[in-house]
């Protein structure tokens, strides 16, 4: 019969099964509480200690000059992603991220200069009800690099003590007093809330580099469309003072709307610019024109020449009206022709709405406005080597050149049909030929004077209506909620952290078990020996007791009842044997795992209950039993291997207090303990005693450090392997492996001496007194006070 079938555990086979891991962490679940009120203090001491940030919110709808069309009955198919979102949105948005638009706010709004004050726990920021303000009377260049930091100690209503960042005193001034600094004068002033109650307290005023400010906005504001398929844009900003992110948010919109109207108005201003500029030539030129009539009429003593004419005249009306009209969109497209040719760079803009009859015309220098726009706002934040600007140089230098040519085209047509007209009209001069000289003079004189009167007026109408146009601008954005913060803080996140906080403080103490176990080398129960595939025996419980034989009669102690249990195991053992006596050999790998303590008490198990028992110390390298008992040295083993005339009952006495158990002690320390093994009278000694005792227990040698017990194992009919908990290193136990796989030692098991089953290892013992996590026990150590006594 294998002895490997049996597993003398309380639990046969028990697995490391999640449930087990569970009850070993249950069982230090003091420290878990600790842990976790640690954890929850230190979120709550890092939540006293934070700024909290507010978020606030706007939301502005973008006006689309694009409505209508194809892309309006195409936008439907945009959440498909057939169609990207809305350009002009995209425009918008880079636009407000710009940081044109945020230096101006930062300059308008004064973001460089921040005003703190002292509060429990923390700093707080001041800015709309700040009791002091900071000026700058240096010039802006200088003020945007400035860097500076100053402690204002409120001295009286008036009076201020002013100290640098190195806490060097700068003297006492009185609030509107110029102060030079590095970069300039300041004056500090109050404000509104300045009270009596202000007085004491110090204010710490930074000025901050417009740049590093206008950085740090940027980063922070969230510009994002509603939706895909709305014109309304969110902007967001979060800042721990609510009325100063409303500010910034606000005026961020108020600049951009009024950089949009800008931008709109460039075009009206343009063309306003040209045509006073052609009103005034004109208006020479009328003046001259009509001085040439008053001086004809003057000079003739003409009065109403054309009464005279009346009938003649009526047949040229209709081709006067003609040549007039076709005089006029000559000059103007010679205008055109010659303001193209002088003003060829991209950024410029063409007049438009001057009246060219030719709608093609129109609508390209339409066309060409808008992309000469579109490109100057991209160049605010961009370079003429930016692709889309060289895109758009591009377009614009070929619409000019289409332009050019369609006025040149529409120039020659224009000629042509003059000719025809002034053909026309030879043939009516031709009949008036009887008309008198005045006449036909009078007729030249006043049909220039007509034309100049039509282009005036023509150019006043077009004046009145650029700068209507002017003046009824509006802006791209239409504001529907102002910048608004509900009031509530939006980090740090007060719930998240706390939970977060009690989670750490849950987890830490199993990482920091689970890395102890994984950096734990040491055996500490049947687990360990289950690994190695040794057969396993039971365990022994860690004692407090300085007293070495612990069993003794009367004594119901966990201790003494696991050597009863190991007596028992052992008995079954043995019972493979038939014989009468049976050996028992205990040993261990290295020293000081407790073999001679085993050795001793499981000898006094069996002595106990009713068997004649005997103990041999076959360790005559370090014995330890007549300390453990606390006798003087006696005549032992090696005298009797040594001594062929001594008597075996010569060395052998009786163990004290005890009934029917005898011992054989080692006896003096032999210099050559492996000779002395191999003596042929060890084999007489094993023979006489087996006549005379029923368990004979040989406390033997460590196997892992010499091989004194290997030469006498042919003896034993059982061993007792014994491994010290918390003590002997994992992987020592394949010397233990490898001597039972090979057969080395008769029947071994092992023993684990020194478990803590008061820590999940091992297994506990007795009944009546209380329990041990894995079975019962006493719980009879002594009560312990203070820390130790909360988390032993």
Known sequence: MELEQYNFSVEKNQESTLKDILFRYLFLWKWFILSIVVALFLGYYYLRF????????????????????????????????????????????????????????????????AYYIKERPIETELYSNTPVTLNFIAKDSSI?????????????????????????????????????TDFGKIIISTTSFYNQSCIGKEIRVVVYPINAV????????????????????????????????????????????????????????????????????????????EGEAEDFKTKHKLVDVESEAK???????????????????????????????????????????????????????????????????ILKNSSEKNPVVENLDAQLTGLRKSIKESLFNYQNSLQIKLKELNKQETGINSKIATVPKYEREYRIIQRQQQIKEALYLYLLQKREETNIALAVTVA?????????????????????????????????????????????????GKKDTDKANIPFLGDIPQSSSKERLVVVANNRSN????????????EFINSINKTKSKTVFVTSTIGKEGKSYIALNL?????????????????????????YLGLADKKGLTNFITDADMELNEVIFNAPNVSNFDILVSGPIPPN???????????????????????????????????????????????????????????????????????????????????DYKRGYGYGYGYGYGYGYGGYGYGEEKSKAGWKKIFS
């Open 50 to 113: 934070q700024t909290p940030l507010y978020e606030v919110n706007a939301t502005i709808l973008i006006k689309d000059d694009k409505k209508g069309g194809s892309l309006s009955e195409l936008s439907a198919f945009e959440d498909l992603g057939i169609l990207k979102g809305n350009n002009n949105i995209d425009n918008e948005i880079e636009i407000l991220k710009s940081r044109a638009l945020m230096a101006r706010v930062v300059e308008e709004l004064k973001l460089n200069v």
């Open 144 to 180: 945007a690099k400035a860097s500076a930091e100053w402690v204002l100690t409120l001295q009286s209503t008036s009076k201020f003590l002013l100290t640098n960042s190195e806490g060097e005193n700068k003297g006492v001034f009185s609030f509107g007093d110029a102060i030079q």
């Open 214 to 289: 206008v950085d740090r906005y940027i980063g922070s504001i969230k510009i994002n469309p509603v939706n895909k398929t709305s014109n309304a844009i969110t902007i967001s900003l979060k800042d721990p003072v609510k009325d100063k992110a409303a500010a910034i948010v606000d005026n961020l919109i108020k600049q951009h709307n009024a950089d949009a109207i800008a931008d709109k108005n460039q075009v009206s201003k343009n063309t306003a610019d040209f045509i006073n500029e052609r009103i005034k030539y004109i208006t020479s030129e009328l003046s001259e024109v």
């Open 311 to 377: 009938l003649f005249l009526q047949s040229g009306t209709t081709s006067e009206m003609d040549i007039l009209q076709v005089n006029t969109q000559k000059i103007l497209a010679d205008y055109m022709f010659n303001y193209i040719s002088q003003h060829n760079t991209s950024n410029d803009l063409i007049p438009a709405n001057l009246g060219v009859n030719d709608l093609s015309i129109s609508n390209m220098i339409g066309d060409y406005n808008k992309i000469v726009l579109e490109r100057n706002r």
């Open 476 to 524: 791209n954005a239409k504001i529907i909620d102002n910048a608004y913060s509900n009031g509530e803080t939006v980090a740090p996140k007060k719930r998240i952290i706390i939970l977060a906080a009690f989670f750490l403080g849950l987890i830490f103490p199993i990482i920091v078990l689970y890395i102890l176990d994984i950096l734990d080398t040491k055996v500490h």
């Open 559 to 570: 201790i003494a009842e696991a050597f009863r249990l190991l007596r028992t195991n052992v």
């Open 603 to 627: 000898a006094a198990s069996f002595a106990l209950s009713g068997k004649k028992t005997l103990l041999i110390g076959t360790d005559l390298r370090a014995p330890k039993i007549l300390t």
């Open 673 to 755: 303990p492996a000779e002395l093994l191999m003596h042929p009278r060890i084999k007489k000694m094993f023979e006489a005693v087996k006549d005379t005792y029923e368990y004979i227990i040989v406390d033997t040698a460590p196997v892992g450090l010499v091989a004194d017990t290997l030469l006498i194992s042919s003896y034993a009919d059982c061993t007792v392997f014994v491994a010290r908990a918390n003590y002997l290193d994992k992987r020592l136990l394949r010397i233990a492996e490898t001597l039972n796989r090979e057969k080395r030692l008769p029947n071994m098991a092992v023993l684990i001496n020194g478990s």
